[in-house]
Nanobody
């Protein structure tokens, strides 16, 4: 059973930075795609960033140029570096794993939400990010 544990959330002021971590354990797959998703208060979950099985990365338009993603294969830990944060980035951030490309999920709306249900098999419990103005 795969287990994903997020950490690194917290409270920052607008313009600040945070680095989230997602530690993956118990995987029976040699490779997998991992994505970061977030759920703002009162809104649906939306895509943020992903690394696919081939190592390619993709980002939602609303975080491009501000967020980067990396991984440490030796520790099965994935990172989301978030810079130039704004209050609109306030959300619970989750990491999740799937076997298909997660690029189509780097968006918001009903289609992305349906895709998450279809493509993602394992989720972490989330970490809160709060950005104050």
């Amino acid at each position: 059973q795969m287990r994903l544990v997020e950490s690194g959330g917290g409270s920052v002021q607008a313009g600040g930075s945070l680095r989230l971590s997602c530690e993956v354990s118990g995987s029976t797959y040699r490779t997998y795609s991992l994505g970061w998703f977030r759920q703002p208060p009162g809104k649906e979950r939306e895509g943020v960033a992903a690394i696919d099985r081939d190592g390619s990365t993709s980002f939602a338009d609303y975080v491009k140029g501000r967020f980067t993603m990396s991984k440490d294969s030796s520790s099965n830990t994935f990172y989301l570096q978030m810079d130039s944060l704004s209050p609109e980035d306030t959300a619970v951030y989750y990491c999740a794993v799937g076997l298909s490309s997660l690029r189509p999920l780097m968006n918001k709306g009903e289609e992305a939400v349906r895709g998450m249900a279809a493509l993602l098999g394992y989720w972490g419990r989330g970490t809160q990010v709060t950005v104050s103005s």
